[in-house]
Nanobody, 125 residues
Framework: HVQLVESGGGSVQAGGSLRLSCVFA?????MAWFRQAPGQEREVIAT????????RYSDSVKGRFTISRDNNINSLYLQMDNLKPEDSGMYYC?????????????????????WGQGTQVTVST
């Protein structure tokens, strides 16, 4: 049973920063962060390859968020800077043990077999 456990969410003012963490068990290939705002669909915002060399971002977070991972301690991170109110939502860590990240686009929800429970991020004006 694979577990992904996120932490690091919270409330912050616009322009502030947060760092999300996700601890996982086992060896994972492609990993990602998704977010879901109330009443909206879950969207992928960043993906990272197994070795950490390749990452990809959605246009909405590019230049402000940084995804990284440390396989030695089975951890995935999302550094979020210059946060905006529209970044508010539930953030989910996702992983797949077998599949690599898509090469030409952000990997979709269906590409991931394992999900965390989510951590809430709230950005106020």
């Amino acid at each position: 049973h694979v577990q992904l456990v996120e932490s690091g969410g919270g409330s912050v003012q616009a322009g502030g920063s947060l760092r999300l963490s996700c601890v996982f068990a086992g060896s994972m290939r492609c990993m990602a962060w998704f977010r879901q705002a109330p009443g909206q669909e879950r969207e992928v915002i960043a993906t990272i390859s197994k070795g950490g060399s390749y990452s990809r971002y959605s246009d909405s977070v590019k230049g402000r968020f940084t995804i990284s991972r440390d396989n030695n301690i089975n951890s995935l991170y999302l550094q979020m800077d210059n946060l905006k109110p529209e970044d508010s939502g539930m953030y989910y860590c996702a992983a797949d043990a077998w599949k690599a990240c898509y090469q030409d686009s952000l990997s979709s929800q269906g590409a991931f077999d394992y999900w965390g429970q989510g951590t809430q991020v709230t950005v106020s004006t």
